[in-house]
Structure formats: structure tokens, C-alpha cells
């Protein structure tokens, strides 16, 4: 197993199981410190220490583990995004690709506010878990982009998870909604003419 490195060059900590990147866009292996692009699956961690830093995905798509943001705030651009895991972010992040979850049952972990100004989509038939253990009313998403998780299911805050708000500006296409609606605190805002089969133990509101 290769050792977990990282790296604070330029403003940014960038650390992927086995490389390291150091600066430049994601594609020249020159800006990885092991000299190799990272390959497929591997878990990402992106941590700038400076607010509003923009990395840029300068190739059609990227595919990965996991992915995680934490340190300050960023912006995430370019070419779209697999992950076949997680997707984690600590620190308000503003997604401006494509992402795309390819697993079975993938959490978008919302401690930091995400705004998703590309699309995003899970696995046909998949599970995608949205909320935080932690943060609270600072955490959660809006969704500019639309989502599209063909005959799944989304899952807003499980038992005893904090309740951040969820909104939705763009048509969204699932089968199955569940929420738990902690203290009556979490929200789903819903765009006019989104397509929802069901919504269980939940409310939803359009703009």
C-alpha cells in the first residue's frame, strides 16, 4: 500500500493516495510531486488555505475514490468528475463541472456549503445519502444544475444527522425520496416541474 503524502505549495494542499499535486492543472505529471497524474480510484483530499482558489480540471473528465474539501473555500471547474465513493466537503465549495457518483450507495457529506452549477448524477438504481453529522445550518446545497438518479432513491439526513437545507433550482429525476426530518428543521425546495415519484416522511416546497 502506498503511503498517503501531502503538500502546501502555492496556497493550496493537495493529497492523493500515492502523489501529491504540487501546482499547475490536473493533467501534466509534472504537478504531481511523484511525477505520475494520479490514476483512476484513488482518494483525493483538495485543501487550500487561501478562500476562493479555483482548481481546474483542464481534461474532459477525472474518475476517483473519493473526493474530499476541507481547509477554505474553493471552486472546482472544468472537465466533469467520477467518484465512486464520497464526496465530502468540509468547507463551502462551488462546483462549476459536471459530477458524476458511480457507486451504489454514495454520501454527499454537507458540513460546508456546496453550490452545484453543473449537473449531478448518480448510479441507475442507486442511493445517494445527503447530509451532514456535523455543521448544521452553515452546511447543506443548492442545486443550479439539475439531478438525475434513474429509478433511485435520495436520502436526506439520516437519524440524529444535523439538518442543513437542501434546495433545488433545476428538474430533478428520482424514484424515491426519503427524508428525516429532524426536529421538523430540514427543508427539500423544489423547482417547478421536477418530476418526484414519492416523498416519505418529508415536505416539499417549490420556489
Known amino acids: 500500500m502506498k503511503k498517503i503524502a501531502s503538500a502546501l505549495v502555492a496556497g493550496f494542499a ?3 493516495s500515492g502523489a501529491v499535486w504540487t501546482n499547475g492543472n490536473w493533467s501534466v505529471a509534472a504537478n504531481w510531486m511523484e511525477g505520475v497524474v494520479p490514476e483512476a480510484g484513488a482518494a483525493v483530499t483538495i485543501s487550500p488555505v487561501v478562500s476562493g482558489q479555483t ?3 483542464d481534461v474532459d473528465s477525472v ?11 474553493v471552486v472546482l471547474d472544468g472537465g466533469s468528475v ?6 465530502t466537503a468540509n ?9 458524476s457518483l458511480t457507486g451504489s450507495s454514495p454520501i454527499l457529506y454537507c458540513s460546508g456549503k456546496v453550490t452545484m452549477n453543473g449537473a449531478l448524477s448518480g448510479k441507475t438504481g442507486s442511493t445517494v445519502t445527503m447530509g451532514t453529522v456535523s455543521g448544521g445550518a452553515n452546511g447543506g446545497a443548492n442545486f443550479y444544475g439539475s439531478v438525475t438518479v434513474p429509478n433511485g432513491t435520495i436520502v ?3 437519524p440524529g444527522w444535523k439538518s442543513p437545507p437542501f434546495n433545488f433550482y433545476a428538474p ?5 425520496i426519503k427524508s428525516d426530518l429532524y426536529n421538523n428543521t430540514t427543508a427539500l425546495f423544489l423547482s417547478v416541474g ?3 415519484t414519492s416523498l416519505q416522511n418529508g415536505y416539499a416546497k417549490g420556489h
Open 91 to 99: 468547507v463551502a465549495v462551488t462546483v462549476n463541472t459536471d459530477i
Open 55 to 57: 482548481l481546474m480540471v
Open 172 to 176: 430533478v429525476k428520482v424514484k424515491t
Open 194 to 196: 421536477n418530476e418526484w
Open 82 to 87: 467520477s467518484i465512486a465513493g464520497n464526496l
Open 14 to 16: 493537495f493529497s492523493v
Open 63 to 73: 474518475s476517483v475514490g473519493s473526493l474530499t474539501f476541507s481547509g477554505a473555500p
Open 156 to 158: 436526506f439526513n439520516k
